[in-house]
């Protein structure tokens, strides 16, 4: 197994209606795939939470802008 990558997660588990949970960005599948997953596909899924992370939180537009 590998352990070199830290998981993301900060035990704030929660799944919205896309299956991403709210606390560490990651899809269902991610997560479920985290333990077997090669120290490549853990940063591949860290840099693509990096992503999520920063759409969700950028600050919405109102309608019409």
């Not at 991610?30 to 969700?56: G, H, N, Y």
């Amino acid at each position: 197994m590998n352990h070199n990558v830290r998981s993301p997660c900060i035990a704030n588990c929660k799944l919205d209606e896309e299956e991403i949970c709210q606390g560490c960005y990651r899809t269902l599948d991610e997560i479920l795939i985290w333990s077997s997953a090669s120290d490549q596909q853990k940063l591949a899924i860290i840099d693509r939470v990096a992503q999520v992370r920063k759409q969700k939180k950028a600050p919405k537009k109102p309608p019409g802008f």
